[in-house]
Structures are given as C-alpha cells and as structure tokens.
Nanobody, 125 residues
Framework: VQLQASGGGLVQPGGSLKLSCAAS????????MAWFRQAPGKEREFVAI?????????NYVDSVKGRFTVSRDNDKNTAYLQMNSLKPEDTAVYYC??????????????????WGQGTLVTVSS
C-alpha cells in the first residue's frame, strides 16, 4: 500500500485546510486510516482515525475535537482531514497512516504499517 498526502500549506489562525491521503494497492476500505502530526522538536502525535469497513466510526485527540473532521471515500481510495479554526499550535508535518491498529492503542504510531510522506501545515499570521 502506498499513501500520498497532500493539501498542506500556510494558513492564518482561524483558517481552514483540507488534507487528502490517496492510497494505492491493498483493500482500502478495510484499513483504518489515521492522521498523525509532528511539530518541530516534538514526538509524533495522533490526531484522528477513521476506522475501516467493519467499524465505521472515528476518534480524535482532545485538542482537535470540534475543529477537525476525518472522513474517507472508499470509492476513491482517499482519506481526508478537514481542519477548521486552525491555531498556531496545529503547525506540524501531518502524516496519514493505514493499518489494523489495536483498538486499545489506536493512537500509537507503531500500530500502523503504511505511512504517507507527510505534508506541512503552518498556521501563522
């Protein structure tokens, strides 16, 4: 499975961006699709997950709840992260990931087998 993330850029505080993660190979609909981010000097952090076909729900880190929305289009083999009300602390490289994480540890980066290359999101005035 290959993942290609896109959609990052520079946005002012309070603005919005939509990230995309296009997948090729594998059975996209069966994978959990997650987004992580890594700010300079910090560890990679879980952001959101869209569970696979058998469990069509989502989870978010508390800091983005109500602002970010994760979704997927299984016909297009693409996952999305809609980010609204962006804050400077959201600045990071955002990565998409795919796999079959354990439900009790879906926020752990080592639970995902496939990773995209990352796309930079900068929130600054």
């Amino acid at each position: 499975v290959q993942l290609q993330a896109s959609g990052g850029g520079l946005v002012q505080p309070g603005g919005s961006l939509k990230l995309s993660c296009a997948a090729s190979g594998g059975t996209f609909s069966s994978y959990a699709m997650a987004w992580f981010r890594q700010a300079p000097g910090k560890e990679r952090e879980f952001v959101a997950i869209s569970w696979g076909r058998n469990r069509g729900s989502t989870n978010y880190v508390d800091s983005v709840k109500g602002r970010f929305t994760v979704s997927r289009d299984n016909d297009k083999n693409t996952a999305y992260l809609q980010m609204n009300s962006l804050k400077p602390e959201d600045t990071a490289v955002y990565y998409c990931a795919a796999g079959y994480p354990i439900m009790s540890s879906y926020n752990a980066w080592n639970g995902y087998r496939y990773w995209g290359q990352g796309t930079l999101v900068t929130v600054s005035s």
